[in-house]
């Protein structure tokens, strides 16, 4: 067992549980997510000051599809499913060095089918784009300008694809921090190159557009650099050597097919959407857009990081044939998950249009794009615990070598979502997509939950049942509290001043945590002691090999 060194009163060190453990690997990452996702609303606040919800940034967000839509199943999906359990089992029964050889095996094949992918992509770019985002031809110019900046950010898919390998490696080693930090790299070269390039680019004949393309290209070398160093602090070594016969790069390539399908739910149903939402006019895309990565801020900090931690650990336990610590973890997980993301959901729905005004509404951001944005951030909000719970689950099936479970349930949750989202937009616009795709997650979540408990005889579910409900509890005095407070706050501070705002909202939503404790505190939910004690038990020490 893991160790802690946390003080007692004879300074000696004391077992720590298994809950504590996952909370404080989760609380590891969901820290460096906290730091990548508030970067992440600054570069938004950045562009929607610049772009605000105009032709330039429709363009570059469905140029962007493409790559982003990669990014996110390498990265928090399939090279993750697929690598990390692989590379654990060489780990745990080969040792450093056969794991070693694995890695420089996936990286160099990845080098070769990415960049494969990305020749072919900006051949046909022209196709590719018009296929989806044709209606883009109405405005003069609006199409052939995001056909050229797919050109651009096409390359982005080749370093991602490194960055996730190293990720998988070091969260196996359990490394969390700098890997969950690297995507804020991203970020960080949006921001600067927001400020240093987009002044450039008239004077070079080059929409302005086209810095934000090129930040896309430093942001992906710049997520490589960061992992590196503690990546070579263990040992590892880049070799340019692939051996296609080698039985861990199969099953790693054979699982990522399926892996793909199998958590690539979620971002084909944001990719249908944008795709239907090109339809709807000029700003559509940018709100969907806006709205859904306010939304991803919890699943960030809350599903992602739980996710990640969990997934190693299930993984330790599968290449034992421990079915009982894997229960166990996805139970603990499962619980920690729902504590966090139902009052998330219950606060992005109460409070989304002060916090998309106080965050955007500037520039050329307009009220009415944040009347909008806030409709769609609404709607969006209802999936948060289906999207966070196939986060959990469906990597552990990968886990357990039932690969074909989540891929069927994704298939089938894809064809409700376009069912729903082509019926819903004709009748709602594009906030049924929002709704269609919360609906589409929901059903993803429940139904892989259901088939895992299934598959483990068992998930804990009365506990579940019994922590879900008095979070619901918790979560509804948190609302009434917060509401009432910004109330309180608007008769207090009535003006429209972005240090009123940020006084009214931050009041209430500090509020309402407070709140939120303290019924938790009274319900006793156990799930909230590990999550406080890794953010405030004071002379916690992290293990070396949680330190990057």
Not at 372 to 379: G, I, M, S, W, Y
């Amino acid at each position: 067992m893991t160790l802690s060194t946390l003080p007692t009163s004879g300074h000696r060190p004391i077992p720590e549980t298994a809950g504590a453990r996952l909370a404080r690997s989760a609380g590891l990452t969901g820290a460096a997510t906290l730091a990548s996702r508030i970067l992440g609303l600054v570069r938004d606040q950045v562009l929607a000051a610049l772009f605000g919800a105009g032709n330039d940034m429709d363009a570059f967000i469905v140029a962007f599809r493409i790559p982003n839509l990669m990014r996110d199943l390498f990265a928090e999906g399939a090279m993750s499913a697929a690598f990390v359990p692989t590379f654990t089992r060489h780990l745990t029964r080969q040792g450093k060095a056969d794991a070693w050889r694995l890695g420089n095996n996936v990286v160099n094949a990845l080098l070769i089918i990415t960049g494969i992918a990305v020749i072919t992509g900006v051949v046909c770019a022209g196709p590719i784009v018009t296929a989806y985002a044709g209606s883009f031809a109405a405005v003069p110019g609006k199409l052939e300008l995001t056909i050229r900046l797919t050109r651009i950010m096409l390359p982005f898919l080749v370093m991602v694809a490194m960055a996730a390998a190293m990720m998988g490696m070091l969260n196996s080693l359990h490394h969390y921090f700098v890997p969950a930090l690297a995507p804020a790299m991203f970020n960080v070269a949006t921001i600067v190159c927001a400020f240093a390039l987009v002044p450039l680019m008239p004077p070079l004949g080059l929409p302005r557009i086209m810095a934000i393309a090129i930040a896309a290209l430093v942001g992906g070398a710049g997520q490589v650099a960061l992992q590196w160093r503690p990546l070579r602090r263990e040992g590892f070594a880049y070799q340019p050597f692939l051996d296609w016969r080698d039985p861990g790069l199969r099953q790693v390539l054979l699982l990522m097919g399926p892996g793909t399908i199998g958590l690539a739910a979620t971002q084909v149903n944001i990719f249908v959407n944008t795709l239907l939402a090109t339809s709807q006019g000029t700003g559509a895309v940018s709100w969907l857009t806006y709205a859904f990565r306010l939304m991803y801020l919890p699943i960030g900090l809350f599903g992602v990081s739980i996710g990640t931690a969990v997934l190693p650990a299930v993984s330790r336990h599968a290449a034992i044939d421990d079915v009982e610590g894997v229960r166990a973890t996805v139970s603990r997980g499962l619980a920690m998950m729902m504590l966090l993301n139902v009052p998330a959901t219950f606060g992005l729905m109460a409070l989304a249009t002060p916090i998309v005004r106080l965050l955007f509404e500037r520039g050329h951001f307009l009220p009415s794009d944040t009347a909008q944005t806030a409709a769609a951030l609404r709607f969006y909000a209802l999936g948060l615990v289906g999207y966070s719970t196939v986060r959990i689950a469906s990597p552990t099936f990968y886990a357990l070598r039932r690969s074909r479970v989540p891929v069927v349930v994704s298939v089938g949750t894809i064809a409700v979502n376009v069912v729903l989202s082509v019926v819903l937009v004709r009748t709602m616009g594009f906030r049924g997509l929002a709704l269609g795709t919360s609906i589409a997650a929901l059903a993803n979540g429940v139904l892989l939950a259901a088939l895992l408990r299934g598959t483990l005889n068992g998930i804990d579910g009365r506990r579940l049942a019994i922590v879900l409900a008095k979070t619901v509890v918790a979560g509804g005095a948190m609302i009434v509290v917060t509401l009432a407070v910004q109330s309180a706050m608007a008769a207090v501070l009535p003006g429209d001043h972005v240090v009123e705002q940020a006084a009214r909202l931050g009041a209430a939503i500090a509020a309402g945590l407070v709140a939120l404790a303290m019924c938790a505190k009274l319900l006793r939910i156990r799930e909230f002691d590990d999550v406080v004690g890794v953010l405030y038990t004071p002379g916690t020490k992290v293990a070396r090999s949680d330190r990057s």
